[in-house]
Each structure stands twice: as structure tokens, then as C-alpha cells.
């Protein structure tokens, strides 16, 4: 089985609120359809959530009434940018079945606290796609936060053990440097944890990129660790998602796990 991350920035414009990048997801839909392999797929919020979040301050907890108003916004938001997922999968002949978080899962001040699989495992057994996505939701000691896709992939690799996880992003893999700002920027083919490791410690290089590359590198690292192998992918050039989930060598940062 694959564990699959469309990140937000792939599937939505992140610019603008409410976004769909329906072309996109058409087409990643139509590679996966082709790829006819067992997966578990998690999405980004994009710009059905993030922009909503930061308006309201969800992240940090619940303090006042009004923040109320934003969890149900941005819950209805994710809902709604899952249904738009689950449409695109079902068009390509893919059947799907959306898990929101919120309904599965608590954290407690940011890690999870409970999560229960057993629904996660039944769909699987039937042969229904489980998609989940980054929510707002129940935090114990917060009252409520956010549970973003790399979270729920860290969780679900943890649990199920996956052949591999493939993030799917707007980026070709890793760089060591941002290759936006540094034209000296070298491409990533291959790394592992000790390399990645020493990459951020000396060269500073991914607080640079966004924080959002910093955030994934320690998910990676952690999902490393317990032996599997992650590969780092550009959702926006055709067919690199397809040649990635049939195993064929195409443009990806490949971070291999490593249990020592
Ligand atoms: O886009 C964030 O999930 P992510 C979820 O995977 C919300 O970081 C609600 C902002």
C-alpha cells in the first residue's frame, strides 16, 4: 500500500481563497487511476484553510467566542475542498470515501492523543480509497487546533507501514538551498536521514524555502526512521506521479528510510 500527501500549494492556489486547481487534480487522478495500486490519500488545505485559520488564530487554541465562527468556516471549507477531491477521484473511476479528522481524531496540545483506525482499516478491506486532509480540530488541552496532512501522513505511515509515501508537491523534491533565491541551489536526487540531517544544520538552507519545507523535512526524517523510503514529487509535470507509483525513475528527491 502507498501513502500518498497532495500538498495544498498542488491542488489549490494558494493565493487566492478557495481555489481549486481542478486541471491538476484531474490529471493526478487520472495517474493514479492508471498506476491501479492500493493508496491512502491526505490533502493539503491550501486556500481553503490556511488563509481562514490565520484569520481566526485556530492554531493557537481556543480564547475567544468569535474564533468559534472560524473553526466552522474552516471546517466547512476543508469539507468542502475533500468533496472537490473526491469528485475528481470518482470521475477517474476511482472509489473514494472522505475521513474527516475532526470525526476520527483528538490532539493534545498539537500530537495526537487518540486516533482510531479501525474505520480507516474497514474501507480499506472493502476496496475504498480513504482520503483525509488537513482540519481543524479537538485539542485537549487547546480546545482546538490544527492537524495538517503532514501530521496525518506521519500517523498513517507509522500505522500502516507503507511501501512508500510520496509527497506530492509544487516543487521537484529538495534542494540545498532555495533555488528561487540561490542560483548555486543544487537539485536533491537521493538523501537519508543523516545527510538531511546535517544539510539543515550546517547550511540553514531549508528555514530559507519556506517554513513549510523546514516542517516536512522533520516529518520525513520521522517517517525515515521507521525503515520507509519517501519520495518528494512535482505534482505539476505530467506522469512523474505515475512513473513514481509503478516504481519507473523519474525527476524525484528519494529519502530513504533507515531503521539504525
Ligand atoms: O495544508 C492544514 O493542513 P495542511 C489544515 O496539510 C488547515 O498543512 C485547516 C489549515
Same mark, same amino acid.
Given at each position: 500500500?502507498?501513502?500518498?500527501?497532495?500538498?495544498?500549494?498542488?491542488?489549490?492556489?494558494?493565493?487566492?481563497?478557495?481555489?481549486?486547481?481542478?486541471?491538476?487534480?484531474?490529471?493526478?487522478?487520472?495517474?493514479?487511476?492508471?498506476?491501479?495500486?492500493?493508496?491512502?490519500?491526505?490533502?493539503?488545505?491550501?486556500?481553503?484553510?490556511?488563509?481562514?485559520?490565520?484569520?481566526?488564530?485556530?492554531?493557537?487554541?481556543?480564547?475567544?467566542?468569535?474564533?468559534?465562527?472560524?473553526?466552522?468556516?474552516?471546517?466547512?471549507?476543508?469539507?468542502?475542498?475533500?468533496?472537490?477531491?473526491?469528485?475528481?477521484?470518482?470521475?477517474?473511476?476511482?472509489?473514494?470515501?472522505?475521513?474527516?479528522?475532526?470525526?476520527?481524531?483528538?490532539?493534545? +496540545?498539537?500530537?495526537?492523543?487518540? !486516533?482510531? #483506525?479501525? /474505520?480507516?482499516?474497514?474501507?480499506?478491506?472493502?476496496?475504498?480509497?480513504?482520503? $483525509?486532509?488537513?482540519?481543524?480540530?479537538?485539542?485537549?488541552?487547546?480546545?482546538?487546533?490544527?492537524?495538517?496532512?503532514?501530521?496525518?501522513?506521519?500517523?498513517?505511515?507509522?500505522?500502516?507501514?507503507?511501501?512508500?509515501?510520496?509527497?506530492?508537491?509544487?516543487?521537484?523534491?529538495?534542494?540545498?538551498?532555495?533555488?528561487?533565491?540561490?542560483?548555486?541551489?543544487?537539485?536533491?536526487?537521493?538523501?537519508?536521514?543523516?545527510?538531511?540531517?546535517?544539510?539543515?544544520?550546517?547550511?540553514?538552507?531549508?528555514?530559507?524555502?519556506?517554513?513549510?519545507?523546514?516542517?516536512?523535512?522533520?516529518?520525513?526524517?520521522?517517517?525515515?526512521?521507521?525503515?520507509?523510503?519517501?519520495?518528494?514529487?512535482?505534482? +505539476?509535470?505530467?506522469?512523474?506521479? !505515475?512513473? #513514481?507509483? /509503478?516504481?519507473?525513475?523519474?525527476?524525484?528527491?528519494?529519502?530513504?528510510?533507515? $531503521?539504525?
Amino acid at each position: 500500500m502507498i501513502l500518498l500527501k497532495f500538498g495544498g500549494s498542488v491542488i489549490t492556489d494558494k493565493t487566492t481563497e478557495c481555489c481549486f486547481k481542478q486541471p491538476t487534480v484531474d490529471q493526478l487522478a487520472k495517474e493514479l487511476f492508471q498506476a491501479q495500486k492500493s493508496f491512502i490519500l491526505v490533502h493539503g488545505a491550501g486556500s481553503f484553510g490556511h488563509i481562514q485559520a490565520k484569520k481566526y488564530h485556530l492554531n493557537n487554541g481556543y480564547s475567544t467566542k468569535s474564533q468559534l465562527k472560524g473553526f466552522s468556516l474552516t471546517h466547512m471549507m476543508v469539507q468542502k475542498l475533500n468533496s472537490m477531491v473526491l469528485n475528481t477521484l470518482y470521475d477517474h473511476g476511482i472509489p473514494a470515501v472522505g475521513l474527516p479528522p475532526h470525526a476520527m481524531m483528538i490532539l493534545d +496540545n498539537h500530537q495526537p492523543l487518540q !486516533f482510531n #483506525t479501525t /474505520i480507516i482499516d474497514n474501507y480499506l478491506d472493502l476496496g475504498l480509497t480513504p482520503v $483525509t486532509y488537513g482540519d481543524v480540530i479537538l485539542d485537549k488541552s487547546q480546545g482546538f487546533s490544527i492537524c495538517s496532512g503532514d501530521l496525518l501522513i506521519e500517523i498513517l505511515a507509522k500505522q500502516y507501514h507503507p511501501d512508500k509515501v510520496i509527497f506530492v508537491m509544487d516543487e521537484d523534491g529538495l534542494f540545498t538551498a532555495n533555488p528561487k533565491l540561490n542560483p548555486d541551489a543544487k537539485f536533491i536526487t537521493e538523501t537519508t536521514i543523516k545527510e538531511l540531517s546535517s544539510l539543515q544544520t550546517t547550511a540553514n538552507t531549508y528555514a530559507d524555502v519556506t517554513k513549510g519545507m523546514q516542517g516536512k523535512v522533520e516529518t520525513i526524517k520521522r517517517i525515515a526512521a521507521h525503515g520507509i523510503d519517501t519520495y518528494l514529487v512535482n505534482g +505539476n509535470i505530467h506522469n512523474r506521479l !505515475f512513473h #513514481t507509483l /509503478i516504481d519507473k525513475e523519474t525527476k524525484y528527491t528519494h529519502i530513504f528510510g533507515d $531503521t539504525i
